[in-house]
């Protein structure tokens, strides 16, 4: 599968099903790459489900960059998205300087901000950055917004929301993620935008959709938003694989004859000396 330029993401406005997906690491890019995933994100969710922070916002510009560069080494031909950390974008300068490293040395094809962040977008453009646009809820300013609720929800809230995304596109965004959105108000947003919008916790009405690796498979369980959908209870079948090997260590199950090596037993008498 050759990587989507952005003109080619760009194109799949209106066709409902530019497929995103978040990934942390080799293996995981791989598997999605194998599997047809469009783009492939390293969010900073990964503070929450690969790290263990409370938050997205402890999350690094090193940290970031770490998994970007095992996720590019996994999948090199899938349009990679890095995030850009808490702060890393809160002047037009320091995100240029997190883009750089990110696209420079983690392989990233594009960044994503969290807000209507215009300046440091028109910034990165500028520079040759291509950037995704995130409105509704965000996480690095959850606080901020009541705590992790669907957004929009209001007149003016909706109006703002819309306005935003509005703001987005004129100032360069390839596209435009839209979390926790009420669907009416997602539908109107993609009806607006001429670049293409991708949703979580947004229904079916945007022009692609995105989920975090950890939930899609179940192995991330402090909390499941409404708007996951679980294909399958990964972390059962790995904790129960885990606890049938401690089992057979314990027993003497494993390891078995076939799982060890071989040798010549003349190769021993060096070592112990040969029997009077």
């Given at each position: 599968?050759?990587?989507?330029?952005?003109?080619?993401?760009k194109?799949r406005?209106?066709?409902?099903?530019?497929v995103?997906?978040?990934?942390y690491?080799?293996?995981?890019?791989?598997?999605a790459?194998?599997?047809?995933?469009?783009?492939?994100l390293?969010g900073?969710?990964?503070?929450?489900?690969?790290?263990?922070?409370?938050?997205?916002?402890?999350?690094?510009?090193?940290e970031?960059?770490?998994?970007?560069?095992?996720?590019?080494?996994?999948?090199?031909?899938?349009?990679?998205?890095?995030?850009?950390?808490?702060?890393?974008d809160a002047?037009?300068?320091?995100?240029?300087?997190?883009a750089?490293r990110?696209?420079?040395?983690?392989?990233?094809d594009?960044?994503?901000?969290?807000?209507?962040?215009?300046?440091?977008v028109?910034?990165?453009?500028?520079?040759?950055v291509p950037?995704?646009?995130?409105?509704?809820?965000?996480?690095?300013?959850?606080?901020?917004?009541?705590g992790?609720?669907v957004?929009?929800?209001?007149?003016?809230?909706?109006?703002?929301?819309?306005?935003?995304?509005?703001?987005?596109?004129?100032?360069?965004?390839?596209?435009?993620?839209?979390?926790?959105?009420?669907?009416p108000?997602?539908?109107?947003?993609?009806e607006?935008?001429?670049?293409p919008?991708?949703?979580?916790?947004?229904?079916a009405?945007?022009?692609?959709?995105?989920?975090?690796?950890?939930?899609?498979?179940?192995?991330?369980?402090?909390?499941?938003?409404?708007?996951v959908?679980?294909?399958?209870?990964?972390?059962?079948?790995?904790?129960?694989?885990?606890?049938?090997?401690?089992?057979?260590?314990?027993?003497g199950?494993?390891?078995?004859?076939?799982?060890g090596?071989?040798?010549d037993?003349?190769?021993l008498?060096?070592?112990?000396?040969?029997?009077?």
């Amino acid at each position: 599968m050759a990587k989507l330029t952005i003109p080619e993401l760009k194109s799949r406005k209106g066709r409902g099903s530019l497929v995103m997906l978040t990934a942390y690491d080799y293996p995981t890019a791989k598997l999605a790459a194998e599997a047809g995933v469009d783009v492939l994100l390293v969010g900073d969710s990964l503070g929450m489900v690969v790290l263990g922070y409370d938050s997205t916002v402890p999350v690094s510009l090193e940290e970031v960059l770490h998994h970007t560069k095992a996720a590019r080494r996994g999948a090199p031909e899938v349009h990679l998205v890095a995030d850009l950390p808490f702060l890393a974008d809160a002047t037009p300068e320091r995100a240029l300087a997190a883009a750089e490293r990110l696209v420079k040395e983690g392989g990233a094809d594009s960044v994503k901000l969290e807000g209507a962040k215009l300046e440091a977008v028109r910034a990165l453009v500028s520079a040759g950055v291509p950037v995704l646009g995130h409105v509704g809820l965000t996480p690095q300013t959850a606080g901020m917004l009541g705590g992790y609720k669907v957004q929009g929800k209001t007149p003016a809230a909706a109006k703002k929301l819309l306005e935003d995304a509005l703001a987005l596109e004129a100032a360069g965004v390839w596209g435009v993620v839209l979390e926790m959105v009420p669907v009416p108000l997602a539908a109107r947003v993609t009806e607006q935008l001429s670049v293409p919008t991708i949703g979580i916790g947004a229904g079916a009405a945007t022009d692609g959709q995105v989920l975090v690796f950890h939930d899609l498979i179940g192995v991330f369980d402090r909390f499941k938003p409404k708007f996951v959908r679980r294909y399958l209870e990964g972390g059962a079948l790995i904790r129960d694989a885990i606890a049938a090997y401690a089992a057979d260590v314990r027993s003497g199950a494993f390891p078995a004859d076939e799982h060890g090596y071989a040798m010549d037993e003349s190769a021993l008498e060096g070592l112990y000396g040969k029997e009077s």
